[in-house]
């Protein structure tokens, strides 16, 4: 199942899956995921500039193929499990663009009507179980929540995404060690961009793969894979999946990618060494798929087609979101208990 | 009426509502097989299996993580976390995810979850083992918290902390579990945020929670048969949501407020309330507002040293009669 790969090899695996089985219209998808995902981060960054969205922001640019991968694997009814690094996890399972828009940009047609931000992203109905921004903290959530499918018999899987940084917070392991003990149906998913926020993971681990080589540690596989190919990404996790809804336990699955902008809004990412996001842009992950589309007989037209139909939808939505109003000021007190308010005296 | 343990009373009304639902279920160190470190949960593996009774690793990040993820998703979970103590180590949970889900998601996650600690001082355990964490809990808005004294409220204010659709941290008192109380036969549900007047009295208020109450009411008496002072004891019971009302109705008949708190002084419980007091009651009053609290130490294991730091009955007793006399 792993396609073992050093990660500053960069060496996308060459054809790989022109041989597999992954349905032309499965990689339709795929690309349609990867523009979205592209796009609309990019869109995000420019109203950053703009200041039309406040606060901080950390994009997924470079990294889109394993949100899309991810989730083009997915069932309906799975469970996402993001980061603050969660605008193209949450924009992959179907949240609309506006509502992601609107709440970066604190207006009332915001996903969360404004009271959660960029870094707390969350879609019920869509199966977007939140974003969470206390490093590791979602390990262990979604390992309850794969107890309850576990224990109710749904076959629902619970999909946790974190980065390289987060293995060495306790959260991990002990998410690790419970889910593996209890053999649960959740698929970790580490995103290696080879940065923490601003100090390269190799400077604090003893071992080369930060998820991958702690993977034994728990009776794991040891799975590192190209997070820039989404066929790759697509297919492991496909199998993740289906090992769990099968009742054979988690995975652990190390995706090799690189992120474009900086750690946040607020960083220039001045401690890269020269050349090393140009060399990753060699690999991007859309142009990559675009290419092998291309030799699999998809007609650049179709693909640019796709490109403009997206663009118009992050337009529309960037639109309505500045059209919208702010968030109103009546939910300031509303929603912190389950009666709808904030009363906590009488 | 049976004679319970305020142990036993534990495993009852955590058995009453497991038995009544099937999302219930319970995880924590130590508590399916061994029946719990202090053996607050014996028979409950037996009876309702492994499934939905769970002896977990030393994780407590994974046991409030795991409760939270479970509660999100449709469950309503026990997690023990064995002494208050370990809160510490697992403290993101109280403070960051259970607490701020619902809001920061507009409404769109609901998280009902228990968790239950040992909690407090008397059993000479020393300093990690042995403190009164409800000023760790009670800060967080989206939190309940809640403190019994006895084992009937035990019963009542479990199933009322299991059927609330909020997180709510429910702190057993360690040096009560040998403690025996009347308990009816039967289904028992109480309700969160209704402190319990133990003692009428006109002549002050003394405001009490887990193994404070029966030292305050001790001391009540004791006012009262060698000092003529008449004490209205108030179990506060449930800190989060506050019963402000029945303890501003009780200041406005005796004029004098007496806390008796377990945790250091420094931001204890009693600081939250004396403060709603002097905001909103601070013509009732006739004298200053007095805490009585351990000081701001760390705790003691030795027997002379710690019954020195938590308040005795005669200390309660000198610093009412004193206030009152001055
Ligand atoms: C417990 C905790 N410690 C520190 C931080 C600050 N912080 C936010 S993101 C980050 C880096 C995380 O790196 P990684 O896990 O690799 O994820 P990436 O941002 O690269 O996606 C840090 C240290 C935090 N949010 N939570
Ligand atoms: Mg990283």
């Not at chain 1, 996890?89 to 207006?107: D, I, N, Q, S």
């Not at chain 1, 968030?327 to 709808?340: C, H, N, Q, R």
Request: charge should be negative.
């Amino acid at each position: 199942m792993a396609n073992k790969l050093a990660p500053h090899s960069a060496t996308p695996s060459p054809n790989r899956s022109e041989a597999t089985l992954i349905p032309l219209t499965k990689r339709l998808e795929m690309y349609r995921l990867l523009s979205l995902t592209r796009q609309a981060e990019q869109r995000a960054f420019d109203l950053f500039l703009q200041n039309q969205i406040k606060g901080t922001s950390h994009l997924s640019l470079g990294q889109e193929a394993v949100a899309a991968g991810a989730a083009a694997a997915m069932q309906p009814g799975d469970l996402s499990f993001c980061t603050y690094r969660g605008h193209a996890h949450t924009l992959a399972r179907g949240v609309p663009v506006e509502k992601v828009l609107g709440e970066l940009m604190g207006r009332d047609n915001g996903l969360m009507r404004g009271k959660g931000g960029s870094m707390h992203l969350t879609s019920v109905e869509h199966g977007v179980m939140g974003s969470y921004a206390i490093i590791g903290a979602h390990l262990p959530i979604a390992c309850g929540a794969a107890w309850r499918a576990q224990y109710k018999g749904h076959k629902d899987v619970s999909v946790c995404f974190f980065g390289d940084g987060t293995t060495n917070i306790g959260a991990f392991h002990e998410a690790l060690n419970f889910a593996a003990c209890m053999k649960l149906p959740v698929v970790f998913v580490c995103e290696n961009n080879l940065y923490m926020e601003y100090t390269p993971i190799a400077d604090v681990i003893p071992v080369q793969y930060p998820a991958a080589d702690r993977a034994a540690a728990y009776g794991l596989d040891r799975i590192v894979i190209d997070g820039n190919d989404v066929d790759v990404v697509y297919e492991t996790l496909s199998q993740a999946y289906a090992k769990a809804r099968a009742g054979h336990g988690p995975s652990l699955v190390e995706c090799l990618t690189y992120r474009y902008s900086g750690h946040s809004r607020a960083d220039p990412a001045k401690y890269r060494p020269a050349g090393e996001l140009e060399k990753w842009k060699e690999r991007d992950p859309v142009k990559a798929y675009r290419k092998r589309l291309g030799a699999l007989g998809v007609a650049d037209a179709k693909l640019d087609a796709i490109d403009a139909e997206i663009l118009k939808i992050i337009d529309e939505a960037t639109q309505a979101c500045q059209a919208a109003p702010p968030t109103s000021t009546d939910i300031l007190f509303t929603d912190v208990y389950a009666d709808g308010g904030c009363a906590w005296r009488n | 009426m049976a004679e319970l343990t305020y142990r036993e009373a534990v495993a009852r009304g955590i058995a009453q509502e497991m038995a009544r639902d099937e999302n219930v279920v319970f995880l924590g160190e130590d508590v399916a097989k061994a029946g719990g470190v202090f053996k607050a949960t014996v028979g409950l593996l037996e009876q309702f299996g492994p499934k939905r009774v769970l002896d977990t690793p030393i994780s407590e990040q994974a046991i409030l993580g795991a409760a939270m993820g479970a509660a999100m998703t449709g469950l309503r979970p026990i997690a023990e976390i064995m002494f208050a103590d370990f809160i510490a180590v697992c403290y993101d949970y109280i403070a960051n995810e259970f607490p701020k889900t619902r809001y920061m998601t507009n409404g769109q996650i609901t998280m009902p979850l228990v968790v239950r600690c040992g909690n407090g001082g008397g059993a000479r355990f020393g300093a990690q083992h042995s403190q009164s964490v409800e000023n760790w809990c009670m800060q967080f808005p989206g939190l309940k918290v809640v403190a019994p004294s006895s084992p009937v409220d035990v019963v009542g204010l479990l199933a009322a902390a299991v059927r609330d659709p909020n997180p709510v941290v429910f702190l057993e008192h360690k040096s009560l579990y040998a403690t025996k109380g009347e308990v009816p036969e039967g289904e028992i549900v109480d309700q969160l945020g209704i402190a319990k007047i133990l003692r009428p009295g006109r002549d002050a208020t003394i405001l009490a929670l887990g193994m404070m109450v029966s030292r305050a009411l001790q001391a009540a008496q004791t006012l009262q048969s060698e000092h003529g002072i008449d004490c209205e004891v108030i179990d506060v019971r449930s800190l989060v949501p506050l019963d402000t009302q029945c303890i501003l109705g009780s200041v406005a008949r005796t004029g004098r407020v007496f806390t008796v708190e377990e945790n250091p002084r420094q931001l204890g419980w009693g600081a939250e309330l004396v403060s709603i007091i002097a905001d909103e009651s601070f013509y009732d009053l006739d004298g200053p507002l007095v805490r009585i609290t351990t000081p701001n130490i760390p705790l003691p294991a030795a027997d002379a040293l710690e019954d020195l730091a938590i308040p005795s009955v005669s200390r309660i007793v000198d610093t009412i009669r004193r206030a009152l006399s001055a």
